[in-house]
């Protein structure tokens, strides 16, 4: 996945939210590279994908290409994790295992545009549970406990997922 070894750019309506998730008053993350790694499992969990926005009247919001490149393990990570658990989009099991350890170096643009879909959802559903629905920090406390509690809820798909032994696949 040579794309993320360069700046990486969010566009449109998630650049704004990217910048308002990371907003030193209001925002739960330091940096936009913690949005971009957190982003897909989130997507991925609830659910949540979200197309690319374009709005040229609102200015992209960039990682650097160093940023980039030191958490570019995290980020193959959650690329082979998503691969191998979305039988949404891949019911075959093999093809979903090939996708994860043998296409990730060269993944077909159809699988990258994916996992954009899923940082991009993550995005939204960041935005939306804690940041646009917060009017204090009171509130903001409360609207990010509440978010892990779902997410915690909504991650048992990924805990409890029968179709694949991953701790076998990660051995070999």
Known sequence: MEKYNNEYFFTGIHAQKVKDLTDADKGIFQRNVDVFLSAPLIGFVFGKK????????INRVAINA????????????????IM??????????????????EEYFDPLEKDENLFESYIRGGIDILHERIISSANSSEDYIFK???F?????????????????D???????
């Open 144 to 146: 990010l406990y509440e």
């Open 50 to 57: 979200s197309d690319k926005n374009n709005d040229s009247t």
């Open 84 to 101: 191998l658990l979305d039988g949404e989009n891949e019911n075959n099991e093999a093809k979903r295992i090939k996708k994860a350890f």
């Open 66 to 81: 160093q940023q980039m490149i030191s958490n570019k393990k995290e980020a193959l990570f959650n690329y082979r994790l």
């Open 148 to 164: 892990l509690s779902d997410f915690e809820k909504n991650s048992e798909k990924i805990k409890s997922y029968k179709g694949l």
């Open 166 to 172: 991953i701790l076998a696949l990660a051995q070999d």
